[in-house]
C-alpha cells in the first residue's frame, strides 16, 4: 500500500491524526499553523508544558525519528525554542548525546533501551515506546514496556512517563481535542 498516497487521499479538514503532508509540512515551516498536530507529539509537549518544563533553549534528545512521533515532536520542540538532538539507529554514541539531554524523549519501540547510563541526573524523561512483552502470568498473555528501564531511570531523573499510562491516555485525549476541533471547523463554531 502507498502510504503517502492514502495520507494525501485523506481531507486536510478532517486528518485529525495530523498526518497529511499539508500538516506536517505546515509544521515545519516557521510562521505556518497546521491545521492538526499528529497526537502523541502534541501529548509529548502537553506532558511537558502543564508540568511547568521550561522548553526555551533546553537540550531535549528524541530518540526515535519516526514520522507518527518522532519527526513531529523533533518539530514541535524547534516551535518552542528547544534545542533538540535527534537520536537514530544509525546515530553514533546515542549515549552519550542523551546523557547531555534535559529532557529526553524515547519513541523507538525498543524495550528497555534507554538504561540508568544513558540519563544525565535531574532529566525528564518522557517514555512513548511501548512493546507487548509476552508473559505467561498476565491476565492477557503479556504485559507492556517502554523503552526506558523504568526502574534504572527513577534512581537518576526528576521525572519519568511510566508505561503503561502515561503518554498513551495523554495521546487519546490529544485525539479526541483535534476531533472537536474538526467538529467546530465544520459546523463554524469559535
Not at 58 to 82: E, Y
Not at 90 to 96: A, D, I, L, W, Y
Not at 133 to 145: A, K, M, Q
Request: proline share 6%.
Amino acid at each position: 500500500m502507498d502510504e503517502e498516497r492514502v495520507l494525501s487521499a485523506i481531507s486536510l479538514e478532517k486528518d485529525v491524526d495530523g498526518f497529511h503532508p499539508l500538516n506536517v509540512g505546515n509544521l515545519a515551516i516557521r510562521g505556518r499553523e497546521p491545521l492538526f498536530v499528529p497526537c502523541a507529539a502534541k501529548a509529548c509537549i502537553e506532558l511537558l508544558l502543564r508540568s511547568g518544563v521550561e522548553l526555551l533553549g533546553k537540550h531535549v534528545a528524541v530518540i526515535g525519528r519516526s514520522r507518527v512521533v518522532g519527526l513531529p515532536t523533533s518539530l514541535l520542540l524547534q516551535r518552542h525554542h528547544a534545542t533538540v538532538s535527534i537520536i537514530h539507529a544509525h546515530s553514533e554514541n546515542p549515549e552519550s548525546i542523551t546523557r547531555e539531554a534535559d529532557v529526553v524523549i524515547s519513541a523507538a519501540g525498543v524495550p528497555n533501551l534507554v538504561r540508568r547510563n544513558w540519563l544525565k541526573r535531574g532529566s525528564i524523561v518522557i517514555d512513548v515506546g511501548t512493546t507487548p512483552i509476552e508473559d505467561p502470568e498476565s491476565e492477557h498473555g503479556y504485559h507492556l514496556v517502554g523503552d526506558v528501564c523504568y526502574e534504572e531511570a527513577l534512581q537518576v531523573v526528576s521525572a519519568i512517563t511510566p508505561v503503561p499510562g502515561g503518554v498513551g491516555p495523554v495521546t487519546i485525549s490529544m485525539l479526541l481535542s483535534n476531533t472537536l476541533d474538526a467538529a467546530k471547523r465544520a459546523c463554524r463554531f469559535s
